[in-house]
């Protein structure tokens, strides 16, 4: 596999506070950097994730292909490298969001490709179940919920661009923000619960085993979080400051 050095800042600026103080409540998925336990070495596998969250670390389990890890990535901070071949970070066993009535994710990436299909992260199970997915497709960013409108908006960004993107489902609206938490991109409406068959996340590509090359993503991920909740107004504004400034977001 072919990993590639980004078009990126080395200058780390203050985070102004470190984590917000929600990332820390149960439950929650959390990938931040640094991402290893001890930090993982320049070019070793990212495998298991490390998780900074309280559901405990997972063993990723596309055994095949794994993204790489990088000690000075996006913004001088630590990442893992997805080749666009057949990489992703798939985590099997996670179900705090079966079921869920509302929840909130937020990704910072670099990506270097976004032509044709390309994953973010994708929710679902073993089989062909989708219950969420973040896309880059053709010039376009997209999220999906099962049952829901197909979140879809122009691309603000480009590739060698620092980005974050935060959506968040309070139980009837779905809202898309990119690089600010303070105006949504898209907003659809969507009232359904989650399905209860939920045991996948997959981050860089499609979930199910043997299907990585579907889509792939191709660049760097820094931050990933995901919590079965809405974010209240302050929280939402302390952790747009907090990735803003970390990871020099313009």
Known sequence: MTH???????????????LPSFLTSAPILLLDSPIGDPEYS???????????????????????????????????NASADFDGVNDALTLAGVTAFNGATSFT??????????????????QGTA????????????????????????????????????????????????????????????SDPYSTAMPTAVDHVSIGGRAPAGTYTAG????????FMAIPRALAADERAEYTAYLINRYNIT
């Open 4 to 18: 590639h050095i980004l078009k990126r800042s080395t200058t780390v600026l203050a985070s102004g506070g470190g």
């Open 42 to 76: 320049d070019a070793a596998e990212v495998d298991p994730w490390i998780n900074s969250g309280t559901l405990g670390n997972f063993t990723n389990v596309n055994v095949g292909q794994k993204p790489f890890y990088r000690s000075s990535g996006i913004n001088g």
């Open 105 to 122: 994710l937020a990704v910072v990436f670099q990506h270097d490709i976004q032509t044709g299909f390309r994953v973010i992260v994708e």
């Open 127 to 186: 089989s062909t179940t989708r219950t969420f997915l973040l896309t880059i497709f053709n010039g376009n960013t997209q999220f999906y919920i099962r049952g829901g409108t197909v979140n879809t908006v122009a691309t603000p960004f480009v590739p060698g661009d620092r980005v974050f993107i935060l959506i968040e489902w309070d139980g009837t609206t779905c809202e898309m923000y990119i690089n600010d938490m303070t105006t949504p991109v898209d």
């Open 216 to 223: 792939p993503f191709d660049g760097d991920i820094s931050h």
